[in-house]
């Protein structure tokens, strides 16, 4: 792939607050991240409406929505496509498409419209050398204060894994429940590690006397979390 010359462009990282807008999208107009206020959002770009990759995504998350509100988190999308090609292609999904079981898929989370590219490029959406017409695929994990927790990016030719986006947004509502942090591949039920990633002290300092943690060394030890006090605690399920 030929480069074309590299230009500094800013873009929002992890840890810093939400950079605000206000957007007209198929739900009406929006006030971000302000809106969401105590509740966690993922802000996701896609490249364009009418586009397969595009379509078998918002059908996956459409389908796995009230998954992500029962964990108090709102999902909004953004394309650089206008509000009546958004409408259109939205119709044509419920009314047309049926795809690996899903049909009749309603999107009912907001899409925004950004003909201007004006959002898409405060969040470093648009990356000149993949396409500088178009936004990638990126995900923004936003929490209840505002601030940005998690960012992903894919390319143009890579549908996301929704599975994924969900296990790490219940991975983060964990860690920060619990003061802990999470083990590559980890699901709810596994171990966690403590103390939590960044944190100082030894774990064994901390934690001495707590017979459950186990210790692989002096910096890596891990105590379980059952399922059901996940669930409880970030589901708030009985
Ligand atoms: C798609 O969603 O299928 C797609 C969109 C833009 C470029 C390539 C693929």
């Known amino acids: 792939m ?11 990282r992890i840890g810093d607050k939400a950079p605000s807008f ?16 105590g509740k966690w959002v993922i802000l996701f770009s896609h490249p364009a409406d009418f586009t397969p990759v595009c379509t078998s995504e918002f059908m996956t998350f ?37 795809y690996k079981g899903m049909k009749n898929v309603e999107v009912n989370f907001p899409l925004i419209e950004d003909i201007s ?37 894919y390319p143009l030719s890579l549908g996301r894994n929704f599975d994924e986006l969900y296990r790490v947004l219940i991975a983060l509502q964990t860690a920060d429940e619990f003061n802990i942090a999470t083990p590559a ?18 774990a064994k300092n901390r934690m001495d006397g707590k017979e459950d943690m186990k210790c692989y060394d ?19 399920k009985k």
């Open 2 to 12: 030929e480069q074309t010359t590299q230009s500094v462009i800013s873009m929002p």
């Open 22 to 37: 206000k957007a007209v999208t198929t739900q009406g107009d929006i006030n971000f991240p302000g809106d969401y206020s």
């Open 62 to 98: 459409a389908t796995m929505e009230k998954q992500f509100e029962e964990a108090n988190c709102k999902l909004v999308g953004l394309s650089v496509d206008g509000l009546y090609s958004h409408i259109a292609w939205l119709r044509t999904i419920k009314e047309k498409i049926e």
């Open 117 to 153: 590219m004006n959002v898409a490029k405060m969040y470093g959406m648009i990356q000149p050398n993949e396409d500088s017409t178009k936004a990638v695929r990126a995900v923004f994990f936003v929490d209840p204060k505002g601030i940005i927790r998690t960012i992903i990016y």
């Open 185 to 202: 591949d980890w699901r709810p039920g596994d171990d966690v590690i403590i103390p939590p990633a960044g944190s100082c002290g030894t």
């Open 218 to 236: 002096w910096f890596f030890c891990t105590r379980p979390i059952s399922k059901e006090e996940v669930l409880k605690k970030v589901l708030k």
